[in-house]
T-cell receptor, first 117, second 113 residues
Framework: GAGVSQSPRYKVAKRGQDVALRCDPI?????LFWYQQALGQGPEFLTY????????KSGLPSDRFFAERPEGSVSTLKIQRTQQEDSAVYLC???????????????FGEGSRLTVL | ELKVEQNPLFLSMQEGKNYTIYCNYS?????LYWYRQDPGKSLESLFV?????AVKQEGRLMASLDTKARLSTLHITAAVHDLSATYFC?????????????FGSGTQLTVLP
């Protein structure tokens, strides 16, 4: 596709449910990032992949959060036993370069809005 | 821990007026970015500033960077309604273990007719 695609765009989950959020980066983009954006706040870094390798997961808030990118393209962010504080927009971004850190222009998707009831 | 603070957080201005958004950050930085976000949309990169004294302009927006003061400004000239959006600055620290892009809380700009 032309841009970073995320699905679902909207997800409502009951507290305790598991959710999976998908990111399709721009074709050929090596670097992929996940961010969490709470209402009225700026995005906060969660994790970073270079191809299939997860090089930085320092931003994942708890062990309920897990991300993977098994073939170096599509990525999935999984949240187990969701809590109300997990309600946020989850943004995915990609870049064509091999980035150790999130420098350079990142191309962001429109996000997946998660609401936990 | 890197802190990035923007002010104001909310800004209403009339069309045709000028205003400045400020972005302060707490540690030395490799580079600073400005992004725009429309409601329900993705973040759009506006500017990247790489060195002290850097100034970039695009249309009615001009961004500058003072690395010594750890301050960036986004100046809006003769605002128009189309500029209504939330603007974020974001910084990558020069050192440290967590060298990821750190965003401010955003400035929600509303341009009134």
């Amino acid at each position: 596709g032309a841009g970073v695609s995320q699905s679902p765009r909207y997800k409502v989950a009951k507290r305790g449910q598991d959710v999976a959020l998908r990111c399709d980066p721009i074709s050929g983009h090596v670097s992929l990032f996940w961010y969490q954006q709470a209402l009225g706040q700026g995005p906060e870094f969660l994790t970073y992949f270079q191809n299939e390798a997860q090089l930085d997961k320092s931003g994942l808030p708890s062990d309920r959060f897990f991300a993977e990118r098994p073939e170096g393209s599509v990525s999935t962010l999984k949240i187990q036993r969701t809590q109300q504080e997990d309600s946020a927009v989850y943004l995915c971004a990609s870049n064509t370069r091999r980035l150790r850190v999130a420098t350079g222009e990142l191309f962001f998707g429109e996000g997946s809005r998660l609401t936990v009831l | 821990e890197l802190k990035v603070e923007q002010n104001p957080l909310f800004l209403s201005m009339q069309e045709g007026k000028n205003y400045t958004i400020y972005c302060n950050y707490s540690t030395t930085s490799d580079r600073l970015y400005w992004y725009r976000q429309d409601p329900g949309k993705s973040l759009e990169s506006l500017f990247v500033l790489l060195s002290n004294g850097a100034v970039k302009q695009e249309g009615r927006l001009m961004a500058s960077l003072d690395t010594k003061a750890r301050l960036s400004t986004l100046h809006i000239t003769a605002a128009v309604h189309d500029l209504s959006a939330t603007y974020f600055c974001a910084v990558v620290p020069s050192s440290g273990s967590a060298r990821q892009l750190t965003f401010g809380s955003g400035t929600q700009l509303t341009v009134l007719p």
